[in-house]
T-cell receptor
Framework: GNSVTQMEGPVTLSEEAFLTINCTYT??????LFWYVQYPGEGLQLLLK???ADDKGSNKGFEATYRKETTSFHLEKGSVQVSDSAVYFC?????????????WGLGTSLAVNP | GAVVSQHPSRVICKSGTSVKIECRSL??????MFWYRQFPKQSLMLMAT?????????EQGVEKDKFLINHASLTLSTLTVTSAHPEDSSFYIC????????????FGPGTRLTVT
């Protein structure tokens, strides 16, 4: 079946450090891949997405590349800020079959210290 | 980008009462809306999928008589928690999708329900 596995948190970094949050997936065919962010006390926001292999999604300094060969969609940012402290969710929507529901990872909490 | 609103953002109710949460797509027609529940420090749990004008499809383990979902128009879906109990206290999030963009969902800001 379809599933998303992301690294467990919490992740704690100092400001300006490099961030990687790993995400791998299992799916039939070529799913669409997403990273969502949830800031404290707020709802989910789409951070970036990629809909086909080798696509790179980017937003607010974050990037993730759709790697079909490794079934991965790791989130990276070169220099984190305190304001990036949030929970990050990796997710996919299958492109095969009639199921168009988002499949979620468990989320990775990021805390950035000044 | 597409905007989805939820109302109320927070609600406190007494045990045994019912609470209605509204989810609106503000600038697009949402043929499908989803309702999620999120427990503290956990991922989202899909409760049900609703299509405009038809009955909602509930996920396994979700009581349809307790969580009533109505998707009466292309811009509005409601979730009613009936006879609420403290264990229903949670963060409820809706999302909306336009079926010409099956790979995208737009999320509301969530509703914090506390049952006392």
């Amino acid at each position: 079946g379809n599933s998303v596995t992301q690294m467990e948190g919490p992740v704690t970094l100092s400001e300006e450090a490099f961030l990687t949050i790993n995400c791998t997936y299992t799916a039939t065919g070529y799913p669409s891949l997403f990273w969502y962010v949830q800031y404290p006390g707020e709802g989910l926001q789409l951070l970036l997405k990629a809909t086909k292999a080798d696509d790179k999604g980017s937003n607010k300094g974050f990037e993730a590349t759709y790697r079909k060969e490794t079934t991965s969609f790791h989130l990276e940012k070169g220099s984190v800020q305190v304001s990036d402290s949030a929970v990050y969710f990796c997710a996919l929507i299958p492109n095969a079959g009639n199921n168009r529901k988002l499949i979620w990872g468990l989320g990775t909490s990021l805390a950035v210290n000044p | 980008g597409a905007v989805v609103s939820q109302h109320p953002s927070r609600v406190i109710c007494k045990s045994g009462t019912s609470v209605k949460i509204e989810c609106r797509s503000l600038d697009f027609q949402a043929t499908t809306m989803f309702w999620y529940r999120q427990f503290p420090k956990q991922s989202l749990m899909l409760m049900a999928t609703s299509n405009e004008g038809s009955k909602a499809t509930y996920e396994q383990g979700v009581e349809k008589d307790k969580f009533l979902i109505n998707h009466a128009s292309l811009t509005l879906s409601t979730l009613t928690v009936t006879s609420a109990h403290p264990e229903d206290s949670s963060f409820y999030i809706c999302s909306a999708r336009w079926d010409r963009a099956l790979h995208e969902q737009y999320f509301g800001p969530g509703t914090r329900l506390t049952v006392t």
